[in-house]
């Protein structure tokens, strides 16, 4: 019964999935941040370590489009159109990092 009732409401969970994947999208690009921009490395020990192990250039994108996203919402605006155009708010740049922290806590064990 239970698979029945997975099964009959996965179209609607994939639908609502998308939505809130294009507004949360829309939100990101307002500001020019990335998803992965979102995790704070004073509260989570991985993402500080994934940030060490990160070049340096990567870590200064980093930095600079939370400056940017601040600044922008201190001002209340958003980045131009033109410019939320161009954003790629998925694209990962931290999951590698994360990724490798995990297999070698499991490889020192």
Same mark, same amino acid.
């Given at each position: 019964? +239970?698979?029945? &009732? +997975? $099964?009959? /409401?996965?179209? !609607?969970?994939?639908? =609502?999935?998308?939505?809130?994947?294009?507004? !949360?999208?829309?939100? @990101?690009?307002?500001?020019? *941040?990335?998803?992965?921009? &979102?995790?704070?490395?004073?509260?989570?020990?991985? !993402?500080?370590? +994934?940030?060490?192990? &990160?070049?340096?250039?990567? !870590?200064? *994108?980093?930095?600079?489009? @939370?400056?940017? +996203?601040?600044?922008?919402?201190?001002?209340?605006?958003?980045? %131009?159109?033109?410019?939320?155009?161009?954003?790629? %708010?998925? $694209?990962?740049? *931290?999951?590698?990092?994360?990724? &490798? $922290?995990? =297999? @070698?806590? /499991? =490889?020192? $064990?």
């Amino acid at each position: 019964m +239970a698979s029945f &009732l +997975a $099964k009959s /409401f996965e179209p !609607v969970f994939n639908w =609502c999935a998308r939505r809130y994947t294009a507004a !949360v999208a829309r939100e @990101l690009k307002k500001y020019g *941040l990335r998803y992965e921009d &979102l995790h704070d490395d004073l509260y989570d020990l991985d !993402v500080k370590e +994934a940030l060490k192990r &990160l070049p340096q250039s990567e !870590v200064d *994108l980093r930095n600079q489009r @939370l400056k940017r +996203a601040i600044d922008y919402s201190l001002k209340h605006h958003y980045m %131009p159109q033109d410019l939320q155009d161009k954003q790629t %708010p998925f $694209k990962p740049y *931290l999951q590698d990092m994360l990724k &490798l $922290k995990h =297999c @070698l806590c /499991f =490889c020192q $064990k």
